[in-house]
């Protein structure tokens, strides 16, 4: 790797403050952007319509404040830029020898430093690496380890001088990757722990660099999430804020989950963590103000915010210099697959069996020809109109890249499974006038878990089997297996063939693992087939075979008693879409 250890970016010297005899004010401004997830530019290429947020604002914003800060604002990105629109999967797979779209913006951006997040890395070595060396600023990640070299694949941090103040921006990735991943996709590469990996680089940019500021800049969410032995922690960023003195301010992300907090750490000091959530429609705004006299720091405000950049007017600068990539995905994405008989939608998958589910649930049967499958769905409230499918309409069908894997389960795993899928989606209800769905009373900032307590993309139901979900059982206890859809018996005691996308096939949402009873280590071996590209490029492929689709529901499954069920999903329909 041409960009391991890029540190000490932009310094003439390494000794702290020059030494001035007069008193001096030196402000500093940091924004941060995170999860941008393909929202270049204010048009979703999706959803064929303008899109509220977009770099494309931040640019304007940006651009606005560098006009009083100069050299003394410094732009961030968190990661999660490589994947989540139809231009991301056309620069990395479709027109792949260019320059990568996600490093051209960056650049065009003057961004400062940027970390990798857990979907840069799903893409896969030849377009993360290749990505990698075109973005021109230091890509941070202290805990991304190359196992042939036990150094970090990329810079642990890099550091600015801005008036004689040394800053250190420290980078790091949530280190439960291969949780989600197949490794072939991160091959030579491990993921440390964050608190020990942050606190031997604080100490290192304190004592080798003499940093005067220290900023984490960090793909991992508050805290939750998956946790693994070792310390390791998906979500650790309040963690490390505790634990790791040295800290002035964090950046985060991943989550999905906007936040503003001030936490004190071990040695009693204030830590400002912010996490402007996803889909740029948000900043993470910092403000730093130092005194200094005699070349030493006396005073030391920090500020920070969160800034909707929503309203902000588009640079049309950056439209025009990226307008024949606009165009030439515009013209990608408006490819013709096949014609849609009527509407589906993501909505129905939450209530019982689903037409839009189950389409992709018997595209996955077909491809893999496996006995069941497992699938949950990937947008929070998405559908797909009457009509002519585009590459468009594919994204809203499958979000992700995600390959299709094969497992060997017994019955009684599968049957787990699916306990521990709907203990997170369904409540236990006590009476008739209870919610059908496990809810949360309060969903501010969350982008992901609109009013569910758990996120949606691990709900998953499966097909290949008829079964029913009594409500009023505890968690654990709600599946009822009664038989193979194809009129044969269900016997816990049988191995069967379970079609899943890769990212639960890793163990994901820990289905397999908490769920199934897998371990970790034994997931591999129950594996008998991956697919060699992603699940949607495979229902592409079948649905242009297939010219005209008209998706029903299966009806091989439903939630009892449903005298208590019907009423209460169409209350909890209403309360969550407003139908």
Not at 369 to 392: C, H, M, Q, R, Y
Not at 423 to 444: E, F, P, V
Not at 571 to 578: A, H, Q, S
């Amino acid at each position: 790797m041409k960009k391991l250890l890029i540190i000490g970016m932009s310094l003439l010297c390494t000794s702290s403050i020059k030494a001035e005899s007069a008193e001096k004010t030196v402000r500093l401004r940091i924004i941060e952007t995170s999860d941008v997830h393909g929202r270049f530019f204010p048009y979703d290429f999706i959803e064929r319509k303008p899109l509220e947020g977009s770099l494309a604002r931040v640019s304007t914003y940006v651009n606005r404040l560098r006009k009083d800060y100069g050299d003394n604002l410094l732009l961030l990105d968190n990661g999660d830029i490589l994947q989540g629109q139809p231009l991301n999967y056309w620069s990395n797979f479709v027109n792949a020898g260019d320059e990568n779209i996600a490093a051209s913006v960056v650049n065009y951006m003057s961004y400062d430093a940027q970390t990798i997040g857990n979907h840069d890395i799903e893409t896969g070595h030849q377009v993360y690496d290749k990505w990698i060396k075109e973005v021109k600023c230091p890509m941070l990640g202290a805990n991304i380890i190359s196992k042939k070299t036990g150094k970090a694949y990329v810079a642990p941090y890099t550091m600015f001088e801005r008036e004689g103040v040394r800053i250190a921006v420290i980078g790091m990735l949530t280190p439960t990757i291969p949780c989600w991943l197949d490794e072939t996709i991160w091959k030579g590469l491990s993921f440390q722990e964050m608190v020990a990996d942050a606190s031997r680089w604080v100490k290192h940019v304190k004592d080798s660099e003499h940093a005067d500021i220290v900023i984490g800049l960090f793909h991992s969410g508050k805290d939750g999430g998956i946790t693994l032995g070792n310390g390791i922690e998906e979500n650790a960023s309040a963690r490390v804020a505790r634990e790791v003195p040295g800290f002035d301010i964090i950046f985060y992300g991943h989550d999905h989950t906007r936040n503003k907090e001030w936490i004190t750490n071990e040695a009693g000091e204030q830590v400002l963590i912010l996490d402007p959530a996803n889909n740029a429609t948000h900043v993470s705004d910092a403000t730093i103000e130092l005194t200094v006299k005699d070349g030493k720091i006396t005073n030391k405000a920090i500020k920070g915010e969160l800034v909707n950049i929503s309203k902000e007017a588009i640079d049309e600068a950056m439209m025009a210099h990226f307008q024949k990539e606009i165009d030439s995905v515009k013209q990608y994405a408006s490819r013709r697959i096949c014609h849609l008989n009527h509407t589906i939608s993501t909505r129905d998958g939450y209530f019982g069996n689903s037409a839009f589910t189950d389409l992709i649930h018997n595209m996955m049967l077909k491809i893999s020809k496996a006995d069941i499958s497992f699938n949950a769905p990937l947008s929070f409230d998405s559908s797909i109109k009457a009509g002519n499918i585009t590459v468009a309409d594919m994204f809203n069908l499958y979000k992700y890249e995600n390959k299709l894997y094969v497992l060997k389960m017994t019955g009684r795993e599968i049957k787990n499974y699916l306990e521990e899928s709907y203990s997170r989606w369904i409540n236990t209800m006590q009476s008739a006038d209870d919610h059908l769905l496990l809810l949360k009373k309060d969903n501010t900032g969350s982008q992901q878990r609109p009013a569910f307590q758990n996120f949606t993309f691990n709900f998953d139901s499966a097909s290949g089997i008829d079964y029913e979900v009594d409500v009023t059982k505890p968690a654990g206890q709600k599946v009822r297996i009664l038989r193979l859809s194809n009129g044969k018996p269900f016997n816990e005691n049988k191995t069967y063939k379970v079609a899943m996308n890769s990212y639960r096939g890793s163990g994901g949402g820990e289905l397999l693992t908490k769920g199934a009873g897998i371990a970790n280590e034994e997931i591999e071996k129950r594996i008998i087939f991956k697919s060699s590209l992603d699940l949607r490029h495979y229902m592409m492929e079948e649905m242009q075979r297939m010219g005209h689709i008209s998706p029903s529901p299966n009806s091989n499954w439903k939630f009892v008693p449903e005298t208590w069920t019907k009423p209460a999903a169409q209350r909890d329909r209403k309360l969550i879409f407003g139908e």
